[in-house]
T-cell receptor
Framework: DAGITQSPRYKITETGRQVTLMCHQT?????MFWYRQDLGHGLRLIYY???????DKGEVPDGYVVSRSKTENFPLTLESATRSQTSVYFC???????????FGDGTRLSIL | EDQVTQSPEALRLQEGESSSLNCSYT??????LFWYRQDPGKGPEFLFT???AGEEKEKERLKATLTKKESFLHITAPKPEDSATYLC??????????????FGTGTLLAVQP
C-alpha cells in the first residue's frame, strides 16, 4: 500500500547502544522529516531532508544522525543512546516544502 | 522566537455540544497554518492548511478559520468519533528554515455520548 512506513513500531534498548529507526515512503515525496514527541513539548523537529543527499538540522539534532541515499528512505540513527532520547519518533514526508506533511504511525523507543 | 500556543489543553464535550479550539501564534511571516488530528498510538493526520487571514476551510463537522494572530477549529455537533488530540502547526515564510513546522502541544478533545 502507498504511504509512509516506520519500523520498528516498538524498540527497547540500553544506554550506549546504537539504534536505527527506519522510514520508507512510496509517494516519491522530495521532503522527509524526523520528529520526536514528548509530553509537554509537542512535536519537535530533529532533522529534515529536501532531497536525496541533502539533509539539515532541526530544533533538537544533538545525538542523532541521518542519511538519505535514496528518495524513499530516511533512516534516523542514535549513535550512543541516552535515557533522554526515550520518546515517540515520527517520520513525515511532503511533496514540496510548503505542502502538508504526512506522518507515519511512529516508533516508540525506550532506553533503559 | 516562533511560538504556537493551543488552548484549552483538554476539552470534554457532550455529543452535539459545539465548541472551538484555539491556536495562537507568533511567527516571522506566516507561510501556512496547519491543523492535524492525532488518535492514540497513531501519527498526526492532516486536516487543513490556511494561508492568509480571513481564509476558512471546512470538512464534515470541522471548520478552521484564520486571523493574523490566531486560528480556530470549530467543531459543530461533535460525535464520539471526533475524540482525538488536535494539533496546530505554523510554517514561517522568510528568515530561513521555511520548510519547518512549529507545533503546539495540542488540545485533547473527548466527546461523550
Amino acid at each position: 500500500d502507498a504511504g509512509i512506513t516506520q519500523s520498528p513500531r516498538y524498540k527497547i534498548t540500553e544506554t550506549g547502544r546504537q539504534v536505527t529507526l527506519m522510514c520508507h515512503q512510496t509517494w516519491s515525496h522530495s521532503y522527509m522529516f524526523w520528529y520526536r514527541q514528548d509530553l509537554g513539548h509537542g512535536l519537535r523537529l530533529i532533522y529534515y531532508s529536501a532531497a536525496a543527499d541533502i539533509t539539515d538540522k532541526g530544533e533538537v539534532p544533538d545525538g542523532y544522525v541521518v542519511s538519505r541515499s535514496k528518495t524513499e528512505n530516511f533512516p534516523l540513527t542514535l549513535e550512543s543512546a541516552t535515557r533522554s532520547q526515550t520518546s515517540v519518533y515520527f517520520c513525515a514526508s511532503s511533496e514540496q516544502g510548503s505542502q502538508p506533511q504526512h506522518f507515519g504511525d511512529g516508533t516508540r523507543l525506550s532506553i533503559l | 522566537e516562533d511560538q504556537v500556543t493551543q488552548s484549552p489543553e483538554a476539552l470534554r464535550l457532550q455529543e452535539g455540544e459545539s465548541s472551538s479550539l484555539n491556536c495562537s501564534y507568533t511567527v516571522s511571516g506566516l507561510r501556512g497554518l496547519f491543523w492535524y488530528r492525532q488518535d492514540p498510538g497513531k501519527g498526526p493526520e492532516f486536516l487543513f492548511t490556511l494561508y492568509s487571514a480571513g481564509e476558512e476551510k471546512e470538512k464534515e463537522r470541522l471548520k478552521a478559520t484564520l486571523t493574523k494572530k490566531e486560528s480556530f477549529l470549530h467543531i459543530t455537533a461533535p460525535k464520539p468519533e471526533d475524540s482525538a488530540t488536535y494539533l496546530c502547526a505554523v510554517q514561517r515564510s522568510y528568515g530561513g528554515a521555511t520548510n519547518k513546522l512549529i507545533f503546539g502541544t495540542g488540545t485533547l478533545l473527548a466527546v461523550q455520548p
